[in-house]
Structures are given as C-alpha cells and as structure tokens.
T-cell receptor
Framework: AQTVTQSQPEMSVQEAETVTLSCTYDTSESDYYLFWYKQPPSRQMILVIRQEAYKQQNATENRFSVNFQKAAKSFSLKISDSQLGDAAMYFCAYGEGNYQLIWGAGTKLIIKP | SQTIHQWPATLVQPVGSPLSLECTVEGTSNPNLYWYRQAAGRGLQLLFYSVGIGQISSEVPQNLSASRPQDRQFILSSKKLLLSDSGFYLC????????????FGQGTRLTVV
C-alpha cells in the first residue's frame, strides 16, 4: 500500500530565510500526483503546489517550489523568503487519480521574526 | 468558480445526541466528495467518500454515517455521539475526472461533552 512520510514534526526558520520540508512516499505506480497543502491556524486546508509524476520539471508557485526526485521517491517543499504568514502545518499528499489521497502526518512550520 | 460550504463551524453536543454536518459544493457537477477527520496536531483520516448520488464508501467503521441526497450535497451523521467522536471534521471535493487535488471546506470543530 502507498504511504507518505514526513519525518520532520516541526521546523523553524528565520523570517526572510529559506526552509525545506521533507516528504517521502512509497509506491509501485509510475503515474501519480503529489501535493503540498498548508493548514494555517484557521484550520482550512489550502493547496500550495502540485506535481505530476510524469513531469520532470519541478513545480514552482511564486516563493514555493518542489524538489521532485522520482527514483528516490522524494518530494520536498522549499519556501523562499519566508514570511510570518507562512506559519502553518504543511501536509504532503499522494494521489493516483482515483478517489483517495494518502496523507503524511504533517510538519509544523514556525517562522521566527 | 467552484466553492465549498461546510457548516456549522463549531458544535458542542452532549454524549448520546445526534449529529448532522452538512457540506455543499457550487460551480461544478458530479464532484467526488469526501469527509475527513483530523485529530489535534495530526494528519487527515478519510472517513467517507462518494463518487455519485447515493454512492457512499466507508473507510473506517465507526459510529458515523454519510449520505449524498443530491449531487453536490454531502452529509455526515450520527445517531448517538460518543466522546471519541470529538475532533475536527473537514469536507472536501475533487473533480470526477480524478487526477486532481482536493478542495476543502473550512471545517467543523466538534466537541462532545
């Protein structure tokens, strides 16, 4: 069965610095999707970025980018120029285009002013 | 554009009372619908998903049930709440075509007392 592992329960970064959140997954499939979601204190889950496994190019959304290593089954999120508003729980998720997403346990990101 | 509404935002119910949480989606047809539960500081646990009216799949046997009386309406229910039902409940939708991310409602904080 597919699994998603986020090995960092908590990370902290100085405001304006760069931080990388780790995510690894296990699958025997070749076609799938990966996502990073943000859950701020308001608790609403917000999609940050998505990556299709068939694409070699790493996805980028403004200050957020991913390092997708398909062979290593690694999908890390890099946040550049960290801002106070980036403080949240970050969840990595895996999907195969059926009806379910497999979720990691989350990483709490703390931004130090 | 698509929107998802979930209510109520917070709910305090006594043990043994019934529960009804409602979720509606606007701006899309035949969405896949999901109910998740999130324990404090933890990831998401999929409770139910639905790919069409009257079609409900349960992931975790428990004291809860779900129904989909209309295409864009998803209801989470219980006949008699238990203390262990307390938690944060999230409704989500994704495109019926699959291969896409899930979009979440704002969540319901349920406290059973």
């Amino acid at each position: 069965a597919q699994t998603v592992t986020q090995s960092q329960p908590e990370m902290s970064v100085q405001e304006a610095e760069t931080v990388t959140l780790s995510c690894t997954y296990d699958t025997s499939e070749s076609d799938y999707y990966l996502f990073w979601y943000k859950q701020p204190p308001s608790r609403q889950m917000i999609l940050v970025i998505r990556q299709e496994a068939y694409k070699q190019q790493n996805a980028t959304e403004n200050r957020f980018s991913v390092n997708f290593q398909k062979a290593a089954k690694s999908f890390s999120l890099k946040i550049s120029d960290s801002q106070l508003g980036d403080a949240a729980m970050y969840f990595c998720a895996y999907g195969e285009g059926n009806y379910q997403l497999i979720w990691g346990a989350g990483t709490k990101l703390i931004i130090k002013p | 554009s698509q929107t998802i509404h979930q209510w109520p935002a917070t709910l305090v119910q006594p043990v043994g009372s019934p529960l009804s949480l409602e979720c509606t989606v606007e701006g899309t047809s035949n969405p896949n619908l999901y109910w998740y539960r999130q324990a404090a500081g933890r990831g998401l646990q999929l409770l139910f998903y639905s790919v069409g009216i009257g079609q409900i799949s349960s992931e975790v046997p428990q004291n809860l049930s779900a129904s989909r009386p209309q295409d864009r309406q998803f209801i989470l229910s219980s006949k008699k709440l238990l203390l262990s039902d307390s938690g944060f409940y999230l409704c989500a939708w994704s495109s019926w075509t699959g291969n896409t991310e899930a979009f979440f409602g704002q969540g319901t904080r349920l406290t059973v007392v």
